[in-house]
């Protein structure tokens, strides 16, 4: 486990931005970076609630060289979360990081296949140009691949609500993690001092390889309701995202994934190298976010 109060050290108070700070990662590593002391700058599409105590807010998009420069200023440390289908536009922000020389913690997915010359689907082929992007720029990120995030099964929570059938395309097993133990590695590596760290990359997974009836059974559980899930065919599948109002990129990226991405059988020690703990299971998560969904 990393000592991240000790390694950032008594004198410096550690000044770190986090992009997608709004989204449900994001604002899991924000909340602990200020539990640790750290002064954090959150980087958000748009104002919603404005910034939160103890912190401060920048509102733009991650393409625009002069908010992202504006947004670095004094920066020590960056949580990057790429937010589109296309590593082309991170060509600037990736100019911008290299003038102000921060570290990089880059969040990645663990489908990305090292030895394919092609990744299985746009959204790991955009992780992978990613990581390639800022490898080559010389920023030496350290990267973290993500499993599939629990807080992914927010997105039935409207079905749910309506019935005990969870309906969507089939997608790959994989061993999905807690996001609080993503934002818990995130925040030690983020605060830890390079020279401390074992590695340049670590692969963060739950405990065990679910199914999305898997993941649909514990959540019924944690309801105490005989939820199930209905896998859908790909046309249909689209039609009903498109319908919820997802943009049609996304959709088709989506479409793409669960037609290609292989399940995975791997899961890892890094959340708990990292932490000091074990990952958490995705039956605790529903537990602990049950609430959300009645």
Do not use: C, K
Not at 237 to 259: N, T
Request: glycine share 6%; proline share 6%; no cysteine.
């Amino acid at each position: 486990m990393l000592d991240a109060t000790r390694s950032a050290g008594p004198r410096h108070r550690s000044s770190i931005l986090v992009t997608g700070a709004a989204g449900n990662l994001g604002r899991e590593v924000v909340d602990r970076l200020r539990a640790h002391g750290a002064h954090v700058r959150s980087f958000v599409r748009r104002h919603r609630t404005g910034p939160r105590p103890g912190g401060e807010s920048v509102v733009g998009d991650l393409t625009d060289p002069a908010v992202v420069r504006e947004a670095l200023v004094g920066i020590d440390a960056v949580f990057l979360i790429w937010p589109l289908l296309d590593s082309a536009p991170a060509h600037d922000l990736v100019a911008e990081l290299v003038r102000a020389a921060p570290r990089v913690v880059y969040l990645s997915t663990t489908a990305i296949d090292d030895e394919a010359a092609r990744q299985s689907d746009p959204i790991v082929q955009v992780h992978a140009d990613m990581e390639a992007l800022l490898l080559d720029a010389g920023l030496r990120p350290v990267v973290l691949r993500s499993d599939t995030l629990a807080s992914n099964a927010r997105g039935w929570t409207s079905q749910v609500r309506a019935g005990d059938v969870v309906s969507g395309p089939r997608v790959a097993r994989t061993a999905v993690v807690d996001e609080r133990d993503v934002a818990d590695a995130a925040v030690a590596v983020l605060l830890a001092q390079r020279d401390r760290l074992d590695r340049d990359l670590y692969a963060l997974t739950g405990p065990e390889v679910l199914s999305r009836p898997d993941q649909v059974a514990h959540l019924g559980a944690a309801l105490r309701r005989p939820l199930r899930f209905q896998a859908l065919p790909a046309d249909l599948a689209r039609s009903q995202m498109l319908a919820d109002g997802r943009p049609e990129p996304l959709v088709e990226a989506l479409i793409a994934a669960s037609m290609r991405r292989p399940d995975s059988t791997r899961t890892t020690d890094h959340v708990e190298r990292l932490t000091g703990r074990p990952a958490g299971t995705f039956a605790r998560w529903a537990v602990d976010h049950a609430a959300e969904f009645s």
